[in-house]
């Protein structure tokens, strides 16, 4: 409660003292549709000395001085009168935002949390995705660097772990035999062959997507099953929307399968369970009978 009064005190009291500065207020950014940011902010009545232009940073860390922005341009220069912008990204991460006000004298080089400076950052809004029943055999275009003509995911070879040894115990294997409904498992004959939502066979704009296409392309569908493993760990690991992470954790427990690494294919499975009940059920049952 003290915090909260103390902080309304500090605001009030910045609110005065700056009322007539050459500084914007209450800018707040917010995501829009596709790529787009909104910024908005508010003008000084009468600023003294008079606005001149506005520049318009964008960051990736909260700015709470001006001598964070020395080192970086604006992306931005508006005229004075002002009180939008809106801004196109192209990857999901989170942004920050300040606006410096310019005068004839040069920056006004006042950076306050809430007034010219977001507190918070914005990030755009992933694309919700569902399971999909089977991958697609007409692709979709897909233009690498600027070529028109139709460039499928390279063809997807099959590669089986017959003959591997046993990574589990028959306790752990029946445990994990039950989450799958205690149904038969799959014959040591069938041949399970690499699976890729539809949403992965073209290529995305950017963001976190744009990344899980690399993995596939340039690992998953060439059969380094290893370095797939490593780059999806590493890609779950890092701040991305909850789909691709959830397409993510089920490749990575296609590579592991196809990697012979059963025991490690069942946990990615299971945790992908609730999201691709079917698929899931399917590639627990493959794995399990591996074990």
Same mark, same amino acid.
């Given at each position: 409660? !003290? !915090?909260?009064?103390?902080?309304?005190?500090?605001?009030?009291?910045?609110? #005065?003292? #700056?009322?007539?500065?050459?500084?914007?207020?209450?800018?707040?950014?917010?995501?829009?549709?596709?790529?787009?940011?909104?910024?908005?902010?508010?003008?000084?009545?009468?600023?003294?000395?008079?606005?001149?232009?506005?520049?318009?940073?964008?960051?990736?860390?909260?700015?709470?001085?001006? !001598?964070?922005?020395?080192?970086?341009?604006?992306?931005?220069?508006?005229?004075?009168?002002?009180?939008?912008?809106?801004?196109?990204?192209?990857?999901?991460?989170?942004?920050?935002?300040?606006?410096?006000?310019?005068?004839?004298?040069?920056?006004?080089?006042?950076?306050?949390?809430?007034?010219?400076?977001?507190?918070?950052?914005?990030?755009?809004?992933?694309?919700?995705?569902?399971?999909?029943?089977?991958?697609?055999? $007409?692709?979709?275009?897909?233009?690498?660097?600027?070529?028109?003509?139709?460039?499928?995911?390279?063809?997807?070879?099959?590669?089986?772990?017959?003959?591997?040894?046993?990574?589990?115990?028959?306790?752990?294997?029946?445990?994990? *035999?039950?989450?799958?409904?205690?149904?038969?498992?799959?014959?040591?004959? *069938?041949?399970?062959?690499?699976?890729?939502?539809?949403? $992965?066979?073209?290529?995305?704009?950017?963001?976190?997507?744009?990344?899980?296409?690399?993995?596939?392309?340039?690992?998953?569908?060439?059969?380094?099953?290893?370095?797939?493993? $490593?780059?999806?760990?590493?890609?779950?690991?890092?701040?991305?929307?909850?789909?691709?992470?959830?397409?993510?954790?089920?490749?990575?427990?296609?590579?592991?399968?196809?990697?012979?690494?059963?025991?490690?294919?069942?946990?990615? #499975?299971?945790?992908?369970?609730?999201?691709?009940?079917?698929?899931?059920?399917?590639?627990?049952?493959?794995?399990? $009978?591996?074990?």
């Amino acid at each position: 409660m !003290k !915090k909260t009064i103390c902080s309304l005190i500090i605001i009030a009291a910045a609110t #005065f003292l #700056f009322a007539e500065r050459p500084l914007v207020r209450d800018i707040q950014a917010r995501a829009g549709n596709g790529k787009k940011i909104r910024i908005t902010w508010q003008l000084p009545s009468e600023a003294e000395p008079a606005l001149y232009n506005l520049l318009i940073y964008r960051t990736t860390e909260q700015i709470t001085s001006y !001598k964070q922005l020395s080192s970086l341009s604006p992306i931005a220069q508006l005229s004075a009168d002002r009180s939008a912008y809106i801004d196109t990204v192209e990857d999901l991460r989170d942004y920050f935002y300040t606006i410096i006000s310019e005068t004839e004298q040069g920056p006004y080089d006042v950076v306050l949390l809430s007034f010219n400076s977001t507190v918070t950052g914005v990030h755009l809004n992933a694309k919700k995705t569902t399971e999909e029943t089977a991958v697609k055999t $007409d692709y979709e275009t897909l233009y690498p660097e600027g070529t028109l003509r139709k460039t499928p995911l390279p063809y997807l070879d099959i590669i089986e772990g017959i003959g591997a040894e046993p990574l589990v115990s028959d306790s752990t294997a029946s445990k994990v *035999s039950s989450l799958t409904g205690g149904n038969k498992k799959a014959s040591t004959s *069938s041949a399970l062959t690499p699976y890729i939502f539809e949403e $992965d066979l073209v290529s995305p704009d950017g963001g976190d997507a744009y990344l899980l296409f690399e993995i596939l392309k340039t690992s998953f569908v060439t059969k380094k099953y290893s370095e797939s493993i $490593d780059k999806l760990n590493q890609l779950i690991g890092t701040n991305i929307s909850e789909a691709t992470r959830n397409r993510a954790s089920f490749y990575l427990g296609e590579a592991q399968y196809f990697n012979h690494s059963y025991e490690d294919a069942v946990r990615s #499975f299971v945790k992908v369970q609730g999201v691709y009940p079917t698929l899931s059920q399917k590639w627990l049952e493959a794995s399990l $009978d591996r074990i």
